[in-house]
């Protein structure tokens, strides 16, 4: 911040301005008051007596948070006719999925030729037998 003019001290003929009184601030009970605050702050204290209003805004204000929690949950909780439809008809397109699957599953077994079947249990019989060589 550049500093004015007159305070180089060549002009004598200006008038200095002078800094105001705040007849608040040497007040002697504002003052105290301020050496209590700054000790208090300084040794972590906060005082204690909030003004009542602005008790009654963090009030309202913690209010309206639970409400809008709670009408939360609410929505979530509730389900429309249309919700519950919904849910059953996925569950059941879910429940036609999975036997298309195992029926194709056991087509696919009983299409295959008996060589095959024969082959894949030799595998597993081979493999079991090798398991159990193995933790001898």
Do not use: W
């Not at 550049?2 to 800094?19: H, N, R, S, T, V």
């Not at 504002?30 to 909030?50: F, I, S, W, Y």
């Not at 030799?122 to 493999?127: D, H, I, S, V």
């Amino acid at each position: 911040m550049a500093e004015p003019d007159y305070l180089e001290g060549d002009c004598d003929e200006l008038i200095k301005p002078k800094k105001l009184i705040n007849p608040v601030k040497n007040s002697r009970n504002h003052q105290d008051l301020h050496r209590e605050l700054l000790m208090n702050q300084k040794r972590g204290l906060a005082p204690q007596n909030k003004p009542e209003l602005q008790k009654v805004l963090e009030k309202r204000k913690r209010e309206q948070v639970l409400k809008a929690q709670k009408e939360e949950q609410e929505a979530h909780k509730k389900r429309s006719d249309l919700e519950i439809e919904l849910m059953k008809r996925q569950q059941k397109l879910e429940q036609t999925l999975l036997s298309l699957e195992q029926q194709k599953i056991e087509e696919e077994q009983e299409n295959t030729p008996e060589f095959v079947k024969m082959k894949s249990n030799l595998r597993r019989t081979k493999q079991e037998t090798e398991g159990e060589e193995r933790t001898t």
